[in-house]
């Protein structure tokens, strides 16, 4: 047979949901590439995506429905079960927890591992089945979500392209290089136009290749220098003119802003006053646009680093400009119907769900189901979240590949990979939407997320309610689309963008809040705590951030046996050189690392990629205790103190 070229959507979790082109050949893959004709994709993936096809068909790969007899993680044996005895199976227990427990007993847990809008179909049945427990919270950017629907009514962003247009580009704590391979072309071709670029962040990233300028900041200094920024326009030119009719609580963001002066506010976030008062002088000479990066809201202050640079987008008038925004989300879901209901007795908090999911009484959670996710690797303090897991009665996991939380599961079915996948996306990178379609045939015993759902469901007597086929779902999400033209056969063509989109989010000064003003931070919202000097005795910061060979805990490469954590040589143990392992402990955790020594680091940081795996020893989130943010409930997950040692004999 000839070669094939088939189009589908990347639905892994990051911002740039990329267009897919696949060769196939005899309903084998032989290449996948990025779309060419993809306006945000422009014919390349990132390296992870790219070697996603050796993952999916290597030894990690689930293909048929898989029945725990014994142990648990590295030590679980499995047997495999047919997928209808299976549903058998789930009916029987389920309709027992409910009829004996209530439904609240049952926790539906769905995550990101897959931004594909179908997997809302569980949510469904959950609500519908109880309704259940579900999560609450967000350990992604649930602080920063939060901070922009405070400050703007929404969390939403300009087009993308609209960097074009831009004079300087800030990114504020944003690498993506690692994160948004995509967004670094746009960032070229804005600089190739005149745009200046400028990094900052707690530690040298990608963004120096093509900065003109790039500064290391302390950790969490993010909030001292938006204030201090603030601080030298204040004291000079003075904020835009309508910022008082377009803000409320302007006078109480100044004097928040006038507790220090710009030398103080310089030297709590670790930069001169050079650095603060050229920051003033690029925002005041806009437009400028402020990229704001995800780590720095994963702080226990992470909501107020945010509102504090939506503030400087506001009151310099960059918000509303052409050119300028403050960029942290763009909303996917938006132009999709919602099939969820969002009912629930109870709420397990993501953020702390190991303590949350271990405490729960009256009653006990007794049947867990995870669709789309790996709390174990993924979640705070990854020995309890662990520990809960297995403690739960009942354990249920969907996915395409084993990882260390369905290693825990008493049922494990398998559903498509990405590569063989049916569904519906929205991004949180650009406005345009799009729908994947298989590339390939999945295994003979893989099923779709819908499909499990409707099997199940015509057990307990929804089976009215629950189609079975993939594309009547696909059709209810894109009915608000369709009646722009954009149905399913439209976008199976290409991407689209996505209707009432506009370039500039607020180009009519008026922002999505119930009166149209920006909510500015105030004296009321940030307290003396959040500036007292950091105490070197509680050990280093742990740095856990994305990188380029990893989607969180799937790896494109083979994970070495021992972490890597880079170190400036003054923080390594005495003795202990570049190659040693080293004891890593937290208050929570310890695991032995293998030393990199990196000149270029803060001395007071550790620098870990996110991701790993706990079963094997090399997953960060064991170190990182389990802390909510201070708005949005999200997870502080860089607030994380460590000490280094030699190892044990």
């Given amino acids: 047979m000839p070669t094939e070229l088939r189009r589908s959507t990347c639905n892994r979790d990051c911002p740039d949901a990329c267009g897919l082109v ?91 591992g897959s ?20 999560k609450s919270g967000d350990i992604c950017s649930g602080a920063g979500e939060e901070a922009q629907v405070m400050d703007f009514g929404v969390s939403d962003s300009n087009d993308l392209f609209d960097l074009l247009e831009s004079r300087h580009i800030l990114c504020w704590g944003k690498n993506p290089t690692v994160s948004s391979t995509h967004t670094v072309k746009v960032l070229r071709d804005a600089r190739a136009k005149g745009a200046s670029i400028v990094g900052l962040d707690v530690m040298p990233t990608g963004v120096q290749a093509f900065a003109d300028e790039f500064h290391t900041l302390k950790p969490g200094g993010d909030l001292a220098l938006a204030l201090g920024v603030a601080r030298v326009i204040d004291d000079g030119p003075g904020f835009d003119p309508r910022a008082e009719e377009r803000c409320n609580g302007l006078e109480s963001y100044r004097s928040l802003v006038r507790r220090r002066s710009v030398s ?29 990066g995800w780590g720095m809201q994963r702080r226990a202050r992470g909501g107020a680093i945010v509102r504090a640079l939506d503030a400087l987008s506001a009151v310099t008038g960059n918000l509303y400009r052409s050119g300028g925004g403050c960029s942290f989300y763009f909303a996917r879901r938006k132009p999709f119907a919602d099939i969820r209901e969002g009912t629930a007795p109870r709420f397990v908090r993501e953020p702390v769900f190991g303590s949350d999911l ?29 520990a809960a897991i297995e403690r739960t009665e009942f354990v249920v996991a969907l996915d395409c590949l084993w990882n260390d939380s369905n290693r825990r599961a008493d049922l494990v079915l398998p559903v498509p990979s990405l590569v063989e996948d049916t569904d519906v996306l929205g991004s949180y990178g650009h406005h345009f939407v799009s729908v994947s379609d298989p590339l390939i045939e999945p295994p003979p015993e893989v099923r779709h997320e819908v499909e499990w759902i409707a099997g199940l469901a015509q057990r307990v007597g929804l089976g009215e309610e629950f189609s079975p086929s993939v594309d009547h779902w696909r059709d209810v999400l894109l009915a608000p689309l369709a009646k722009h033209g954009l149905d399913r056969e439209t976008l199976q063509r290409g991407a689209q963008q996505a209707p009432g989109t506009r ?108 991701g790993g795996s706990f079963d094997g020893g090399t997953a960060c989130n064991i170190l990182i205790p389990e802390a909510p943010t201070d708005i949005g409930l999200g997870a502080a997950l860089q607030e994380c103190r460590v000490r280094l040692s030699r190892p044990q004999a």
Avoid at 29 to 43: F, I, N, Q
Avoid at 84 to 105: I, K
Wanted: charged content about 25%; glycine content about 8%; overall charge negative.
């Fill in 115 to 134: 931004l594909g809008l179908l997997k809302a179909v569980s949510d469904r049945f959950f609500e519908r089945f109880g309704p259940c427990t579900i």
């Fill in 358 to 386: 271990l405490d729960a009484a009256s009653p006990s959670v007794r049947a867990l189901w995870i669709t789309a996710g790996n709390p174990v690797n993924n979640l705070p303090n990854s020995a309890r979240v662990a």
């Fill in 264 to 292: 103080e506010w310089s030297e709590l976030a670790g930069v001169s006053v050079e650095v603060t008062e050229s920051l003033a002088r690029r925002l005041l000479d806009g437009p400028t646009a402020i990229l704001v």
């Fill in 503 to 610: 370039q500039v989010l607020f180009e009519d000064g008026k922002v999505a809040t119930a009166d149209g003003r920006v909510n500015l931070i105030g004296e009321q919202d940030v307290d003396e705590s959040a500036f007292e000097p950091a105490d070197s005795s509680k050990g280093l910061w742990l740095l856990s951030n994305s990188h380029r060979d990893s989607q969180c805990g799937q790896w494109a490469v083979d994970l070495p046996d021992r972490l890597p954590i880079r170190v400036h040589p003054s923080a390594c143990p005495e003795g202990l050189v570049d190659g040693d392992e080293v004891t890593v402990e937290s208050e929570v955790g310890r695991l032995t690392a293998r030393l990199v020594v990196d000149e270029s680091l803060r001395a007071d940081t550790v620098v870990v990629p996110k």
């Fill in 22 to 112: 696949a060769e196939v050949e005899d309903g084998v893959l032989r290449s996948l590439k990025g779309d060419p004709e993809h306006p945000v994709t422009r014919g390349f993936l990132c390296f992870r995506t790219s070697r996603f096809p050796q993952l999916a068909s290597g030894p990690q790969r689930i293909t048929q429905p898989m029945r725990r007899v014994s142990g648990y993680g590295p030590n679980a044996v499995f047997e495999p079960i047919d997928g209808d005895e299976a549903l058998d199976l789930l009916a029987d227990r389920l309709t027992t927890f409910r009829r004996e427990s209530g439904p609240e007993s049952i926790f539906h847990y769905r995550s990101g």
